[in-house]
């Protein structure tokens, strides 16, 4: 594991924008059941952890994508960590819309991108990568080019490993499910019994019930 992986996995449990209850399920938005939910946007809340995080995006943009010429978040969650990281790096900033908006001029980039613009995508989460993955699309059919994504968090699934290999776009992640495990098992948040049920469920998600 690597160390900003742990690190990272770490200040995500103490502040509780990760929840483990293996017992108790969430319901997410698509209605898949799950033992696991993450809510990157609670770092927001905390100065010297909404530091860290846009500071490591910001370093690794610099070191992976350096030819990097505009910032593109994907609303909403990293609306605000693009726009800190846009930032830092001195560099233009849009935001990518779910839909297009039903009124005024009914933009789904808001923000100025000039054609042939390498652009870096901050996205806050991943899971299925479908909705990073149709940011993208609007991106290109603006005329520009993807050269990469850093995302806070990633749920690993094979699905959305699969979805970024074919799409032809390099994900990089502060930290991942294994990472946040592993960290929750060192730290007592669970026990050992509860890893096969997460991993079970991490296997495929989409048709897991306790």
Same mark, same amino acid.
């Given at each position: 594991?690597?160390?900003?992986?742990?690190?990272?996995? @770490?200040?995500?449990?103490?502040?509780? +924008?990760?929840?483990?209850?293996?017992?108790?399920?969430?319901?997410?938005?698509?209605?898949? %059941?799950?033992?696991?939910?993450?809510?990157?946007?609670?770092?927001?809340?905390?100065?010297?952890?909404?530091?860290? =995080? %846009?500071?490591?995006?910001?370093?690794?943009?610099?070191?992976?994508?350096?030819?990097?010429?505009?910032?593109?978040? =994907? +609303?909403?969650?990293?609306?605000?960590?693009?726009?800190?990281?846009?930032?830092?790096?001195?560099?233009?900033?849009?935001?990518?819309?779910?839909?297009?908006?039903?009124?005024?001029?009914?933009?789904?980039?808001?923000?100025?991108?000039?054609? @042939?613009?390498?652009?870096?995508?901050?996205?806050?989460?991943?899971?299925? @990568?479908?909705?990073?993955?149709?940011?993208?699309?609007?991106?290109?059919?603006?005329?520009?080019?993807?050269?990469?994504?850093?995302?806070?968090?990633?749920?690993?699934?094979? =699905?959305?490993?699969?979805?970024?290999?074919? +799409?032809? =776009?390099?994900?990089?992640?502060?930290?991942?499910?294994?990472?946040?495990?592993?960290?929750?098992? +060192?730290?007592?948040?669970?026990?050992?019994?509860?890893?096969?049920?997460?991993?079970?469920?991490?296997?495929?998600?989409?048709?897991?019930?306790?």
């Amino acid at each position: 594991m690597k160390v900003l992986e742990k690190i990272f996995a @770490g200040k995500l449990l103490k502040v509780k +924008a990760i929840k483990l209850q293996p017992t108790n399920p969430f319901t997410w938005a698509s209605g898949w %059941k799950s033992p696991f939910y993450c809510d990157n946007r609670k770092t927001l809340s905390y100065p010297d952890l909404r530091t860290f =995080v %846009k500071t490591e995006i910001s370093r690794i943009i610099m070191e992976r994508f350096p030819e990097a010429e505009a910032v593109a978040g =994907v +609303a909403t969650g990293a609306i605000p960590q693009g726009a800190l990281v846009a930032d830092v790096l001195n560099l233009p900033f849009v935001y990518v819309r779910s839909k297009p908006k039903d009124h005024g001029l009914e933009n789904l980039i808001e923000g100025e991108l000039r054609p @042939g613009m390498k652009v870096v995508v901050v996205e806050d989460l991943i899971s299925t @990568g479908g909705s990073s993955l149709k940011a993208v699309e609007a991106i290109r059919n603006n005329g520009c080019d993807v050269i990469g994504m850093v995302a806070a968090y990633t749920y690993g699934f094979d =699905v959305a490993k699969k979805a970024f290999k074919e +799409a032809g =776009v390099e994900l990089v992640t502060l930290t991942n499910y294994e990472a946040v495990v592993a960290e929750a098992l +060192a730290t007592g948040y669970i026990k050992e019994t509860d890893v096969e049920l997460l991993n079970t469920w991490r296997r495929d998600p989409a048709h897991w019930s306790l």
